[in-house]
């Protein structure tokens, strides 16, 4: 197919506006899948996905369509919409020449509609605005295409109004996407030059690239580098995705396709990364930026016996997710662990989700971090070693007060679009959680849209669910990574007895210590079970106690619910009782239960 009869795209959308019935759709209409086939949400492969309904992984599907005549390939790069796989959405536009801005005509304009929106504007995307679910009862179309106009200058006229759910307008939006997307810029007769968008792992063929061809061609046979690592590999595999896939010859430039060169996991075939023929040197696509974890968490066996599972489970996973960062991590209480880096906290939550559904894995996570940014007070050793530099991103590893200079946080645009009557509540959430104003503005009669600098570590915790939860489930969220922010940062270490625990150190804005300090000391006294000591729990920063309580001696007498004298029951229970206190953790000749650390731990 000659290039100007191929167009790129991909649908953009706030999340359960319809992108994946809309997909469904486009592929029964072009006669990719068969009309009411069951394969519903063809596109969102993995379980998890599936339940959350959320799409994870980029997936790209071929069309072959018929207009006027003649033949066109449409290739459709399913992106992910959350924000959390920003930095994949960027990748898969890279490959694109246009998007269908998909809005619900019930919501209207959602947070990352308007984060979406401006990443394909700035990419000089043509964007094609489409409105769904036009057949729901409260549908106001005329309102949607109003916030479209007055928020990005779209022109009523250009805006698409259809029903995915129904099968209504699909023909439009293939009609638009042929006569409003220009063709791919490429050059065929160019020595050949592609970029690695996705990638997955295949039990038997290794690491699978899926690949936007800007240059020359592909085929089987074929040695390529890699322009990253500078490897050299022979193509052995080279297919389409119709969306089953489909052995292919050649691919060409302006095509996009599917390819296997015995690579053997996912961490060769970074994405963003471009390959080219070895034979002939080119300038990269791209500048390669491998993506950078923002939140991180650590991850334990919940009993050590599991620990070479969790492993293995862990390695597997992280074959097909090479955003995710793994360093060993071991702690007195929890045992050897790791810690993960994640894009965020969605990003977090999949991939346990998916080590329990996948693998069967049970694992401890700890309560989510970000990475601190920390200048040391100069120091003979420092200056001369340059680490005066470092980063931080477990808490336990936070440094002394006294040895820090200058500390700073990970910061984010957060944009949140809420119905006006819950502004209040909403404003005081921000306000709560560090926020500062950017903007606030009506996007249409009784819907506002706000920006907010918020610190990163301020929403990772429960900002979402809390939001939703105050505005009724109206109000949605969007953030952005933006840099680095100085920060009165102080570390809160509990101490037991007067010792310091570790795993339960945290770091905490210098005006929230005294109640997350004050709120640590209270779970713990009623959660530690009380001792044959007293105990004193005490919450600590900047040597300064910030809160105390302590906790009466008191044996635990686990027969005193028994009556009468049955000698063995008596014994079994103590017996149990003997095997509990094994997996205990001392602390200042304090045993405390595992789970302890796991209550205080968790989210
Ligand atoms: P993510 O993958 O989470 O981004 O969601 P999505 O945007 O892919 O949404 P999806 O296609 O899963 O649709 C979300 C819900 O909206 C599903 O329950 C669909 O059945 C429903 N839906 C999609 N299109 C229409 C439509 O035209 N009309 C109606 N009434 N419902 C629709």
């Known amino acids: 197919i000659p290039i100007e009869r191929i167009r790129n795209f991909s649908i953009i959308a706030h999340v359960d506006h319809g992108k994946s019935t809309l997909a469904d759709r486009l592929l029964e209409f072009t006669g990719a899948i068969k009309e009411n086939s069951g394969q519903s949400q063809i596109l969102d492969k993995l379980q998890v996905e599936k339940e959350r309904g959320i799409t994870v992984k980029a997936q790209s599907v071929s069309l072959l369509y018929n207009f006027k005549g003649d033949d066109y390939l449409l290739n459709l790069i399913d992106t992910p919409g959350h924000v959390d796989f920003s930095s994949e959405v960027c990748r898969s536009l890279f490959a694109c020449q246009g998007v269908i801005l998909l809005v619900d005509a019930n919501d209207g304009v959602q947070a990352q509609t308007v984060a979406n929106f401006f990443l394909a504007f700035g990419k000089d995307l043509t964007i094609v605005p489409v409105i769904n679910k036009i057949d729901l009862k409260n549908a106001d179309p005329d309102r949607v295409t109003k916030q479209l106009q007055f928020l990005f200058d779209i022109e009523p006229q250009e805006v698409l109004r ?264 909403v404003i005081s959430l921000c306000m709560e959680r560090r926020g500062i104003q950017r903007s606030a503005k009506n996007i249409d009669n009784d819907r506002v849209m706000l920006q907010y600098d918020l610190p990163l570590c301020e929403i990772i915790v429960d900002f979402h669910d809390t939001l939703k939860t105050i505005s009724s489930g109206y109000a949605s969220f969007d953030y952005e990574d933006n840099g680095y922010q100085s920060s009165n940062l102080v570390k809160l270490v509990i101490l037991l007895n007067g010792v310091a625990v570790e795993e339960l150190s945290n770091i905490v804005h210098i005006t929230k210590a005294q109640t997350v300090g004050r709120k640590m000391v209270l779970k713990l006294r009623d959660i530690i079970p009380r001792q044959m000591v007293q105990i004193a729990v005490q919450a600590v920063s900047n040597g300064k106690v910030l809160a105390r309580e302590n906790i009466k001696p008191y044996r635990k007498d686990v027969t005193a619910k028994l009556y009468g004298g049955d000698v063995t029951r008596r014994m079994k229970l103590l017996a149990q009782q003997a095997a509990g206190k094994k997996k205990m953790r001392m602390v200042a000749n304090i045993s405390l239960p595992k789970e302890t650390f796991i209550d205080v731990l968790k989210k």
Not at 224 to 236: A, G, L
Not at 310 to 319: P, Q, V, Y
Request: glycine fraction near 8%; aromatic fraction near 8%.
């Open 162 to 425: 259809i029903s995915a759910k129904l099968g209504k307008g699909i023909e439009s939006v293939l009609e638009a996407i042929i006569e409003r997307l220009p063709c791919p810029k490429v050059d065929r007769e160019a020595p050949f030059r592609a970029l690695i968008f996705d990638s997955w792992y295949d039990k038997y063929r290794g690491a699978l690239s899926l690949i936007y061809v800007q240059d020359g061609d592909i085929s089987v046979g074929d040695e390529i580098q890699s322009c990253h690592t500078k490897k050299v590999y022979e193509i052995k595999t080279v297919s389409l995705l119709r969306p089953q896939e489909v052995a292919a010859n050649k691919l060409n430039a302006g095509q996009i396709g599917l390819i296997g060169c015995n690579m053997r996991s996912s961490k060769e075939a970074f994405i963003g990364d471009t390959i080219h023929k070895s034979s002939c040197i080119v300038e990269a696509l791209q500048g390669f930026e491998p993506p950078r974890p923002m939140v991180f968490a650590g991850v334990y066996p919940s009993d050590q016996s599991q620990h070479i599972s969790l492993r293995s489970a862990i390695e597997k996973l992280t074959l097909n997710d090479s955003a995710v960062s793994v360093d060993v991590d071991s702690s007195p209480a929890l045992g050897q662990g790791w810690r993960l880096g994640f894009l965020g906290l969605l990003h977090l939550e999949v991939f346990s989700q998916r080590l329990q559904q996948e693998y069967g894995a049970e694992p401890i996570l700890t309560a989510p971090s970000v990475t601190y940014k920390i200048k040391l007070k100069p120091t003979k050793q420092n200056l001369k070693t340059g680490e005066q530099l470092i980063y931080v991103n477990n808490p336990a590893l936070f440094p002394d007060h006294l040895l820090i200079e200058e500390a700073f946080e990970p910061m984010v645009i957060g944009t949140i679009i809420t119905p006006d009557e819950y502004l209040g509540p």
